[in-house]
Nanobody, 118 residues
Framework: QVQLVESGGGLVQAGNSLRLSCVVSGLTFSRYTMGWFRQAPGKEREFVGRIWRGGNTDYADYVKGRFSISRDDAKRTVYLQMNSLKPEDTGVYYC????????????WGQGTQVTVSS
């Protein structure tokens, strides 16, 4: 059974940082591209960034330069480091996994809430 479990969310003031973690089980982690998404209240889920199998990353423009993604294949964990947080970063953050270079994510976590106060 595949499981993705996010943690690290919480309430933080604008300008501060948070690091989210996503621990994966039930699949060959190193073969998967890992993505981070978020969903704000009343809005559609949106792409935040991803890390490919080899460690390359790309990010949405609205987080570029503030957020960074890393992975530890030995720990089967992907991280989202969020710096200089803004109130508009508030939402539920999800990690997701897709095999290889696919674009349609196969597996999703349950999400972790991030709230940024002004």
């Amino acid at each position: 059974q595949v499981q993705l479990v996010e943690s690290g969310g919480g309430l933080v003031q604008a300008g501060n940082s948070l690091r989210l973690s996503c621990v994966v089980s039930g699949l060959t982690f190193s073969r998967y591209t890992m993505g981070w998404f978020r969903q704000a209240p009343g809005k559609e889920r949106e792409f935040v960034g991803r890390i490919w199998r080899g460690g390359n990353t790309d990010y949405a423009d609205y987080v570029k330069g503030r957020f960074s993604i890393s992975r530890d294949d030995a720990k089967r964990t992907v991280y989202l480091q969020m710096n200089s947080l803004k109130p508009e970063d508030t939402g539920v953050y999800y990690c997701a996994a897709v095999l290889g270079t696919g674009s349609r994510y196969d597996y999703w976590g349950q999400g972790t809430q991030v709230t940024v106060s002004s």
